[in-house]
């Protein structure tokens, strides 16, 4: 079963991503655009795991603590790798330190179990296109760049999900198999 590790979003955020998506996508159809449903913030993907490790991954992921819950300001706007060859548009955020630990913590547990550490640096966003192409729409561009700056909405959690995600023509669909309260407060 393919697996990641995520923060839900609030439901206000969720709308106001909602939105900007569907006037991006009256703009062009060319990347393939995530549908709001499915915005999250991933923390780890675990890719591929075998049914049999499912209680040990949950088993390891119940013992991740951090002193603190998470608060995050979403805003901004960006591309993986850059803007000239685009492969990933995002919505950026800003996150306090706790989340990258809580991150590290995460893809230390996983490794104990056998799946691999990210090689690239832990970098907070929600993946809002995927590009075939790495080409960027003039159109779109401005759109972009006109809310680049937009204030999206906040996130205070105290919990995180392991998610299963099956492939399928229409687009990934998601089931939230176990939930984690890594915090004793969201204060």
């Known amino acids: 079963m393919r ?6 979003i609030p439901s206000t955020v969720r709308e106001n991503l909602a939105s900007l998506l569907n006037s991006f996508r009256a703009i062009t159809k060319e990347p393939r ?12 993907f675990l890719g591929e795991v075998a ?5 040990a991954v949950r088993t390891a992921l119940a013992g991740i603590r951090s002193e603190q819950a998470v608060a995050l300001e979403f805003r901004g706007l960006g591309f993986f790798p850059n803007e000239k060859h685009p ?3 995002w919505a950026g955020m800003e996150a306090p330190p706790n989340l990258k630990t809580l991150a590290a913590d995460i893809g230390g547990a996983a490794e104990k179990l056998g799946i691999p550490r990210e090689k690239r640096e832990f970098s907070p966003h929600l993946t809002l296109a995927r590009f075939e ?21 906040s996130l205070r959690t ?30």
């Open 33 to 44: 655009w995530v549908r709001a449903e499915n915005l999250h913030v991933t923390l780890k």
């Open 87 to 89: 492969r990933v548009f």
């Open 133 to 153: 192409r790495p080409r960027l729409p003039d159109s779109l561009r401005k759109a972009i760049a006109e809310n680049a700056q937009r204030d999206l909405g």
């Open 158 to 187: 105290n919990e995180f999900h392991l998610i299963q995600s099956k492939l399928k023509p229409s687009g990934a669909e998601y089931t939230t198999l176990a939930s984690f309260r890594f915090a004793t407060n969201a204060q």
């Open 51 to 55: 049914e049999e490790k499912l209680a």
């Open 3 to 8: 697996l990641f590790v995520a923060l839900e």
